[in-house]
């Protein structure tokens, strides 16, 4: 975790802690909506928590400059779009807390035995109760706010599992598949890589072929292959112990119709191979040539699909086939893992294509021929394409219905700026990955 911005300075004596303490338990009233307050600590913890997450993920939350940072024509930095980002998902926490009301709810003995449980374990890990309270400080909250918090949260839970289901099994079919249109985008490929596998060569720079993945063995061609005997009748043998086998030209006689090609695999930190197989790029000429050829193929095969399904047999150089569905929202892959972002790029321009159309997108990974194609009807419950493209379907899903209930209130959430103003931004909250 990355270490604090900012932190309480060691010169404060101690009843000024105390003091601030106490202020933070008062807890200033910063939203009301109907019958619901809730205090501007809230919205505190819930920025330093946005904070340990940016810092987790690797962005410069300790700078200046990186708040500072101007991300919109209209100025808008970091800060401000995290601050207004998390004052809205504040205000989803008090609608959600009526809502719970209104739909007569009430969290069960066992709810709240497991957050009472979470907040003891947190302050065993402290060592006390006002050592807990002193962690949280730098959070905005203490134990007693902690509370509250995470039954909030219950609460939003307990309140998505009533409107829409643990899966969404609630949400009605129709409601799915119009979600499926609206947030994914479903295709094939071409996938024409920018790199090459590296293979084990031999003493005449010939590829090595064994007799199976493990390299457990050399594979000769036996039949027209010789053995090598020296001067002295001795036979030649390889790193096996095995005898070579040696074609009339003097090179190693491989059977390269039943063996396996040698491959060199990556080693972990102790030196032991891994699965994972060593990879070079080709030069700058032969990826512009390779490049040529991905543009030719989205060309003959444009708006036929039968075209794209024969030269994807034929020369499609990856293990995927069939259909490929992505969550469509932007940064979705990026924000999960940065190796993946090129998947953005796909999405990005698949939405702007028509159905059978064929267009080339460029990853560090090679050269991607894409062929937009319908989604299927229930795509989301196949089995098959389930566990691959639609794990996270439903959760995406109950947030998107979850987001849209909660924007028919937002504008009778009433804001006291002053509070508001008086709450620290980004650069002075602490980064919370604990609680």
């Excluded at 197989?277 to 490049?291: F, N, P, R, S």
Aim: with cysteine; glycine share 6%; charged share 30%.
């Amino acid at each position: 975790m990355k270490r604090f911005l900012k932190i309480l300075c060691v010169c404060l004596v101690m009843c000024t802690a105390l003091c601030l303490l106490a202020s933070c338990t008062q807890g200033k009233t910063m939203l009301t909506f109907r019958d619901k307050k809730l205090s501007v600590n809230v919205y505190e913890f819930l920025l330093s928590r946005m904070k340990g997450t940016l810092g987790y993920y690797g962005y410069d939350v300790t700078s200046d400059s990186f708040w500072r940072t101007v991300v919109s024509s209209d100025g808008t930095t970091y800060d401000d779009y995290f601050r207004e980002e998390i004052l809205r998902e504040t205000k989803h926490y008090i609608i959600a807390d009526q809502l719970f009301d209104d739909y007569g709810l009430t969290l069960s003995a066992e709810q709240e035995k497991k957050i009472d449980d979470l907040l003891l374990s947190h302050q065993t890990k402290a060592g006390s109760r006002a050592a807990l309270n002193e962690k949280l400080l730098a959070f905005g909250v203490n134990y007693d706010i902690l509370r509250e918090i995470y039954v909030m949260e219950s609460k939003i839970s307990t309140l998505k599992n009533h409107l829409y289901g643990e899966n969404a099994e609630k949400v009605l079919p129709e409601t799915k598949d119009k979600f499926l249109n609206d947030n994914y985008v479903c295709f094939e490929q071409i996938f024409i890589p920018a790199y090459y596998y590296v293979t084990d060569l031999d003493r005449f720079n010939d590829k090595v072929y064994y007799t199976d993945e493990k390299h457990t063995a050399i594979a000769y061609d036996k039949v027209n292959g010789k053995i090598a005997t020296d001067e002295t009748g001795k036979i030649a043998t390889d790193i096996f112990g095995d005898p070579e086998y040696y074609t009339d030209e003097g090179r190693i006689a491989y059977d390269r119709q039943n063996g396996v090609i040698g491959y060199v695999y990556e080693k972990d930190a102790n030196g032991k191979y891994t699965d994972d197989k060593v990879i070079a790029y080709h030069d700058e000429k032969t990826k512009a040539q390779l490049y040529v050829t991905a543009q030719e193929y989205a060309t003959v095969c444009n708006g036929d699909f039968e075209k794209f399904e024969q030269y994807s047999s034929e020369y499609g150089q990856d293990d995927t086939s069939g259909r490929i569905y992505l969550f469509a929202s932007a940064g979705y892959y990026a924000s999960l893992n940065s190796s993946a972002g090129y998947f953005d790029d796909i999405a990005k321009e698949l939405a702007d294509m028509d159905v059978g159309e064929c267009r080339v997108v460029t990853s560090d990974y090679g050269y991607h021929v894409l062929q937009k194609n319908d989604n299927a009807k229930g795509a989301y419950d196949d089995a098959e394409l389930k566990e691959t493209y639609f794990s996270d379907f439903s959760d995406n899903l109950i947030e998107y219905l979850w987001g849209s209930l909660c924007q028919k209130y937002i504008g009778d959430v009433a804001v006291d700026e002053k509070a508001l103003s008086e709450a620290p931004d980004m650069k002075q909250v602490g980064a919370n990955l604990v609680y």
